[in-house]
């Protein structure tokens, strides 16, 4: 029983390594220098910043609002935020957290996730409200490969471009899964309710399902498919020192030999979101297509998302 404890243990950190999540305490460690050259750095998608919310214990946390649209219009900031988990957020986070002045949290991780990561850690009197989107497996698939500390098997799962397949899939779901598209249609009615207040979404790394969901979102609100896939992008210069640091902790543990099979899991990558909008094209003849019958949305959810949101 003991042994099976200490496999159990040892699976669930070494999921939490890969997927972006290291014990609070080596946040502590490590996330305040790079929390430090990220506060007053801001990135130029088409020549608009991108404002991230340095945090001690997630390192994806930003306001979606401040692109420009193709109407001239502008993005409000302040009312829509997208992040990577929140469970080990420090007092410290959780305080700048609280100013933000949320009154909703969507989060997108399946049960699975929530099981090793844990739930979580917001200000009094906010709860995260569970929408999970489904992740084909990859997390189970981690788990495995990882705690088997086998470098055969993790070539056999990771290796030879199938963790690169493995992730063009899971962005098809994005569009082809009823059940992700509810989750993803649910979040951006209340997005464009007039009565909700500033709203925050996330996942794991806040990269995939929360790239999807803000890449969405932005192209609904009129801001141009460039600028929009830039903002997708911007969560590898945002998480490229914390997963250089899980691949490095990872080799050192012993659990991987080869942690760069990692990289392809760990990054987004524009074949990935290609992927999500060519079976877009196919499956909707387009965006619009996918807002009205792949999501359900009616011209009045989109145009009170329009006059919510953009000024």
């Given at each position: ?9 040892t ?8 997927l972006?999540?290291?014990p ?5 460690a ?25 945090l ?5 946390l ?32 959780i ?34 409200t ?42 098809r ?14 979040t ?22 929360t ?19 830039s ?36 990054e ?11 079976r ?30 953009v000024?």
């Amino acid at each position: 029983m003991r042994r099976a404890r200490i496999r159990l243990a040892t699976a669930a950190t070494a999921a939490a390594l890969a997927l972006g999540t290291l014990p609070a305490a080596a946040y502590a460690a490590a996330a305040p220098a790079t929390a430090a050259r990220t506060r007053h750095h801001q990135l130029q998608p088409s020549s608009q910043a991108i404002r991230q919310i340095p945090l001690q214990g997630a390192v994806n946390l930003r306001d979606v609002g401040g692109y420009y649209t193709y109407s001239g219009g502008q993005v409000r900031q302040g009312l829509v935020y997208r992040s990577d988990a929140l469970g080990k957020l420090t007092a410290a986070d959780i305080t700048t957290v609280s100013g933000l002045g949320l009154t909703k949290v969507v989060d997108f991780r399946i049960p699975m996730e929530l099981q090793y990561d844990g739930a979580d850690r917001l200000p009094p009197g906010l709860s995260p409200t569970s929408r999970p989107v489904s992740d084909l497996g990859l997390y189970g698939t981690l788990v495995g490969a990882i705690s088997s500390g086998d470098p055969v098997k993790q070539e056999q799962m990771l290796g030879g471009g199938r963790a690169e397949a493995y992730m063009r899939d899971v962005y098809r779901t994005f569009v082809t899964s009823p059940e992700n598209r509810a989750q993803f249609a649910t979040t951006l009615r209340e997005i464009a309710d007039g009565g909700q207040g500033p709203l925050l979404y996330h996942c794991t790394s806040g990269k995939d399902r929360t790239g999807w969901m803000s890449y969405v979102l932005l192209r609904a609100l009129g801001v141009p498919q460039e600028t929009a896939g830039s903002d997708y992008l911007a969560s590898n210069t945002f998480r490229a020192a914390y997963d250089a640091q899980v691949r490095a902790g990872l080799k050192q543990s012993g659990r991987m030999q080869n942690p760069d099979l990692l990289i392809p899991l760990q990054e987004v990558r524009q074949d990935y979101l290609d992927a999500a909008t060519a079976r877009m094209e196919a499956d909707y003849g387009g965006f619009y297509g996918y807002l009205t019958d792949g999501l359900g949305l009616d011209l009045r959810t989109l145009a009170k998302l329009q006059n919510k949101l953009v000024r």
